[in-house]
C-alpha cells in the first residue's frame, strides 16, 4: 500500500467530520509560508459556506487532528470557502465545472502567453480542453499547468 502524504492523512481525519455537518471538503493544502506553516480546508455545501459553518468545522476538527498528529511541526490551522473564484484541482472539480469559463494559467508560455480564458469544454485524462474567446478548442495537460481558475462567474451561480 502507498504510504499517504500529509494532505491525503489530514483528509481522511476530517472527512467524517465535514460529512456530518453537510459539508465537502474542496481542497486540502499544506505549505509554508515564511517561517510558519498553514494547513488550510477549503470546504463547500449546496448554497455556499457561512463563517458558522467554517468555525463549527475548526472545532469539529481540532481535537482529532491533535490526536491523530499527522503533522510533526507547528502549523496554522484555517477553514474556509473556496470562494467564487476557486481553483479546480481535482478531477471532480473539472467535470463539475465544464460549461463554465475558467482563466488557465500556463507553468511556461505557449506561443509567448501563460494565461488563457476561456470555456471549459472537456477534462479527461488530465487533458483540459478549452473554447477559447476567439472560438477555437486548445488542450492543455494539466500537469503544465500552475493554475485553473473559475472566471467571469455569475454570482447567481453560487446562491
Same mark, same amino acid.
Given at each position: 500500500?502507498?504510504?499517504?502524504?500529509?494532505?491525503?492523512?489530514?483528509?481522511?481525519?476530517?472527512?467524517? $467530520?465535514?460529512?456530518?455537518?453537510? &459539508?465537502?471538503?474542496?481542497?486540502?493544502?499544506?505549505?509554508?509560508?515564511?517561517?510558519?506553516? $498553514? &494547513? =488550510?480546508?477549503?470546504?463547500?455545501?449546496?448554497?455556499?459556506?457561512?463563517?458558522?459553518?467554517?468555525?463549527?468545522?475548526?472545532?469539529?476538527?481540532?481535537?482529532?487532528?491533535?490526536?491523530?498528529?499527522? *503533522?510533526?511541526?507547528? $502549523?496554522? /490551522?484555517?477553514?474556509?470557502?473556496?470562494?467564487?473564484?476557486?481553483? /479546480?484541482?481535482?478531477?471532480?472539480?473539472?467535470?463539475? $465545472? *465544464?460549461?463554465?469559463?475558467?482563466? &488557465? =494559467?500556463?507553468?511556461?508560455?505557449?506561443?509567448?502567453?501563460?494565461?488563457?480564458?476561456?470555456?471549459?469544454?472537456?477534462?479527461?485524462?488530465?487533458?483540459?480542453? &478549452?473554447?477559447?474567446?476567439?472560438?477555437?478548442?486548445?488542450?492543455?495537460?494539466?500537469?503544465?499547468?500552475?493554475?485553473?481558475? /473559475?472566471?467571469?462567474?455569475?454570482?447567481?451561480?453560487?446562491?
Amino acid at each position: 500500500m502507498a504510504k499517504q502524504t500529509t494532505v491525503q492523512r489530514v483528509e481522511e481525519i476530517i472527512k467524517p $467530520y465535514a460529512d456530518e455537518l453537510g &459539508l465537502e471538503i474542496w481542497d486540502v493544502t499544506f505549505k509554508k509560508e515564511g517561517a510558519d506553516w $498553514y &494547513l =488550510r480546508v477549503f470546504i463547500d455545501k449546496e448554497g455556499g459556506v457561512n463563517i458558522d459553518d467554517c468555525v463549527d468545522l475548526t472545532h469539529a476538527v481540532s481535537k482529532p487532528l491533535d490526536e491523530a498528529d499527522p *503533522i510533526k511541526q507547528n $502549523y496554522m /490551522l484555517e477553514i474556509s470557502s473556496p470562494g467564487v473564484e476557486r481553483e /479546480l484541482t481535482r478531477e471532480e472539480h473539472f467535470l463539475k $465545472y *465544464i460549461g463554465s469559463p475558467v482563466m &488557465l =494559467r500556463t507553468i511556461r508560455p505557449v506561443d509567448g502567453v501563460r494565461d488563457f480564458n476561456g470555456t471549459l469544454t472537456a477534462y479527461e485524462n488530465k487533458t483540459i480542453t &478549452l473554447r477559447l474567446k476567439d472560438g477555437k478548442e486548445a488542450t492543455f495537460d494539466k500537469r503544465d499547468t500552475s493554475s485553473v481558475r /473559475l472566471d467571469d462567474f455569475d454570482i447567481n451561480d453560487f446562491i
